[in-house]
T-cell receptor
């Protein structure tokens, strides 16, 4: 099983600033990585797949990068609606595995 | 509009069984692989089970292997999860999710709202 490690666990950022979230895979997963956003009481929402492709309807302020074992989700200018928990997921191998999440909170 | 609506959740005793359903609409259900993903209270996401578009390919997480069975009825646009020998560790919100990739596993581009399973005596 591929372990996905996200850092930091909690990130405090002011609205309008940039946020950078990291995800590390325990072994190489090529670009088979997705990012999700989850707000309290809601289902996860797909943001990024293929490490860097934005899903339909996702604003351009969200961008993903990386390949192999190191990945980054960047939110260029935080809006109030962006404060949530973010998960990365690898789909290179079975079983599919998720990171433990990064909580993005208002500073 | 893609819609996935789960049902069948509730309170069940340890050792009991439950069957979840997921009704799909707004897309050609038979063209997509589907998964169940769960989230224990206050915890992260855990993939549980996958079934291919035709229903002939299935994968389960080790934590549920031998206890949970995924199935689908393409004529009814429905996904199911039969859960047996439930334990407290199975308490979670269960989501059905669509996999848009032709080759599994893939990511999940649409999710239902979830149904809560509580295993307790």
């Amino acid at each position: 099983e591929i372990v996905m490690t996200q850092s930091p666990a909690t990130l405090s950022v002011s609205p309008g600033e940039r946020a950078t979230l990291s995800c590390r895979a325990g072994q190489g997963i090529s670009s088979n990585l997705a990012w999700y956003q989850q707000k309290p009481g809601q289902a996860p929402r797909l943001l990024i797949y293929g490490a860097s492709t934005r899903a339909t309807g996702i604003p351009a302020r969200f961008s993903g990068s990386g390949s192999g074992t190191e990945f980054t989700l960047t939110i260029s200018s935080l809006q109030s609606e962006d404060f949530a928990v973010y998960y990365c997921q690898q789909y290179n191998n079975w079983p599919v595995t998720f990171g433990q999440g990064t909580k993005l909170e208002i500073k | 509009e893609v819609q996935l609506v789960e049902s069948g959740g509730g309170l069940v005793q340890p050792g009991g069984s439950l069957r979840l359903s997921c009704a799909a609409s707004g897309f050609t259900f038979s063209n997509y692989g589907m998964s169940w993903v769960r989230q224990a209270p206050g915890k992260g996401l855990e993939w549980v089970s996958y079934i291919g578009s035709s229903g002939t390919t299935m994968y389960n997480a080790g934590s549920v292997r031998g206890r949970f069975t995924i199935s689908r009825d393409n004529a009814k646009n429905s996904l199911y999860l039969q859960m047996n020998s439930l334990t407290a560790e199975d308490t979670a919100v269960y989501y059905c999710a669509r996999s848009p990739t032709r080759i599994p596993p893939g990511h999940f581009d649409s999710w239902g709202q979830g149904t809560l399973i509580t295993v307790s005596s």
